[in-house]
């Protein structure tokens, strides 16, 4: 299923991220350019992606024709030009927001003038993006979650000049894509981050008062309320740095101590213990499917 009005998605960055918006982008049937800086990180991207559908095809939630189709509509690129004829370009390259103000301004002038512009930002204001290009009224957010193909939800953010029908298309296109969109305003961590961050930034709190260990805290919160992830391998998981970054935002936008950053959390990412990509965080992950807790 496509949308009416968007033929072609244009993905800026192919991490984790706009790897796997690409991935679902392409796989449902939209032709797809996904735009890197470099080549070695496009390949490293396409080859994360070629892994994913691999999962899917091995246990037949798609087919190998599927597959190949899939890969068959994904274009890499290097150059912003090839996002020219796009109708919605979803950003999600590093979370800076003076690269993201220039990366649009830049393809403001690039992309046709019908386009929508979305960011993959999990906490930056949209607002302050949207005001680098000239179309006020076609910016949007569009929020999806590690890891995007297994995922279900994307929040669909609007600030006080989206135009009404470019959320409601956003909200469809959202659909397409085999998600659940929800709607949500231009606020820091938008409605999941909004609480999902101090939970995650509380258990580091129970952990330095010495109310559990970590391996006690995340086997409270998995075996007593359900949750897929105990907070600490969720932390490991997204990183700590990742965490660190938007509880930092998140604390400057409302100024409130829950959104605040926790000492221990802080001495880690200093120490550069930033979770399973560093092969350390609360947890060793030395032997990846049997990760040790340290703390
Ligand atoms: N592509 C395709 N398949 C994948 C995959 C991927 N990227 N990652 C995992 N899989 C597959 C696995 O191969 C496995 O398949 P089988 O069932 O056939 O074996 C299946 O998915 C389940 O994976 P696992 O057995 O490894 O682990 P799991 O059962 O714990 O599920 C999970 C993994 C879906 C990630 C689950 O643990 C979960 O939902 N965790 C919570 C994740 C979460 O909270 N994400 C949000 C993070 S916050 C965020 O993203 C926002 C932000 O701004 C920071």
Redesign the pocket.
């Given at each position: 299923m496509t949308v009416d009005g968007i033929q072609k998605v244009g993905v800026l960055g192919c991490g984790l991220m706009g790897g796997?918006i690409a991935q679902v982008a392409a796989t449902a049937g939209y032709p797809t350019v996904v735009k890197e800086v470099a080549d070695e990180f496009l390949k490293k991207g396409m080859a994360g992606i070629e892994?994913?559908?691999g999962?899917?095809v091995?246990?037949g939630a798609l087919t190998a024709e599927q597959r190949s189709g899939t890969l068959g509509r994904l274009e890499g690129t290097t150059n912003f030009e090839d996002l020219a004829e796009c109708d919605i370009v979803i950003e999600a390259i590093t979370e800076n927001l003076e690269v993201k103000r220039e990366t649009f301004a830049k393809i403001d002038k690039i992309v046709k003038p019908s386009a929508i512009f979305a960011s993959n930002t999990?906490?930056l204001v949209i607002t302050e993006m949207m005001t680098a290009t000239k179309r006020v009224d076609r910016f949007i957010g569009m929020?999806?979650?590690?890891?995007?193909?297994?995922?279900k939800l994307v929040e669909v953010v609007g600030t006080i000049t989206t135009a009404r029908e470019v959320l409601d298309q956003a909200m469809k296109f959202g659909s397409s894509l085999g998600k659940v969109p929800i709607r949500t305003s231009d606020r820091s961590g938008f409605i999941?981050?909004r609480l999902?961050v101090p939970y995650l930034l509380d258990a580091v709190r129970a952990l330095e008062e010495g109310v559990g260990s970590v391996e006690d805290i995340d086997k409270g919160m998995k075996l007593g309320c359900g949750?897929?992830?105990g907070p600490f391998t969720?932390l490991d998981?997204?990183g700590l740095e990742?965490?660190y970054y938007?509880a930092n935002i998140m604390f400057e936008e409302f100024r409130e101590k829950r959104f605040a950053p926790p000492p221990l959390l802080k001495r880690l990412v200093l120490a550069g213990h930033h979770g399973k990509k560093t092969g350390r965080g609360f947890y060793d992950h030395s032997d990846p499917a049997n990760p040790k807790p340290l703390y």
């Open positions: 796997g892994k994913s559908l999962r899917f091995e246990k999990s906490s929020h999806f979650f590690n890891p995007v193909p297994l995922m999941v981050n999902l949750y897929p992830m969720l998981f997204v990742t965490t938007i």
